[in-house]
């Protein structure tokens, strides 16, 4: 596809249940980025991929958080045990060339949007 | 980390007017990139404006342009001439590398 494609777009779960969200990037995007927003509030920082690495994790909130690429391409972000806190949009983003490459600005998916009941 | 700070959660303006919207950051490094993104209530991020910090000259795009001050690390947004389909939120973002940080954002509302 010609942008970054996030699915589900929407999911509601119960709590404690585990969630699985789907990020497929620009063709060719070596950087994968995840981004979490809750109501009305900024981006905040997840985790990074440059190819299937990740070399920054630093955003993860806790170890319910996990997320793994593969291919160089597909990216799922796992959330364990979900809990209310957890409700947010969820927001994949890719961009092309290497993490060095600076002008290279994010693509961003539509996001997830996730309910936690 | 760096941190961006956009200290106007709101801001509203009259439709054909002008507004700037605020971006403070913080780093110590010299070579960066700045940028603005828009999201709409459709919750897609769409790239504004960008600003490469070794240059000098301000960025401007159509409508939206940038007041770049690399001392003072400030990184205001000018939106001239208001539209209606301007209403959204603002977001400031910094780059260095894999590093890329946004502020909390500034909503924009356009009164017809």
């Known amino acids: 596809g010609a942008g970054v494609s996030q699915s589900p777009s929407n999911k509601v779960t119960e709590k404690g249940k585990d969630v699985e969200l789907r990020c497929d990037p620009i063709?060719?995007?070596?950087?994968l980025y995840w981004y979490r927003q809750r109501l009305g509030q900024g981006l905040e920082f997840l985790i990074y991929?440059?190819?299937?690495?990740?070399?920054?994790k630093s955003g993860l909130p806790s170890d319910r958080f996990s997320a793994e690429r593969t291919g160089e391409s597909v990216s799922t972000l796992t959330i364990q045990r979900t809990q209310q806190e957890d409700s947010a949009v969820y927001l994949c983003?890719?961009?092309?060339?290497?993490?060095?490459?600076?002008?290279?600005?994010?693509?961003f998916g539509n996001g997830t949007r996730l309910t936690v009941t | 980390a760096q941190t961006v700070t956009q200290s106007q959660p709101e801001m509203s303006v009259q439709e054909a007017e002008t507004v700037t919207l605020s971006c403070t950051y913080d780093t110590s490094e010299s070579d960066y990139y700045l940028f603005w993104y828009k999201q709409p209530p459709s919750r897609q991020m769409i790239l504004v404006i960008r600003?490469?910090?070794?240059?000098?000259q301000n960025a401007t795009e159509n409508r939206f342009s940038v007041n770049f001050q690399k001392a003072a690390k400030s990184f205001s947004l000018k939106i001239s001439d208001s539209q209606l389909g301007d209403a959204a939120m603002y977001f400031c973002a910094y780059r260095r590398l894999s590093d890329m940080r946004f502020g909390a954002g500034t909503r924009l509302t356009v009164k017809p």
């Open positions: 600003q490469e910090a070794y240059k000098q």
């Open positions: 983003a890719s961009s092309g060339g290497f993490g060095g490459d600076l002008n290279s600005p994010l693509h």
């Open positions: 063709s060719g995007h070596t950087a």
């Open positions: 991929f440059q190819g299937n690495s990740a070399p920054d």
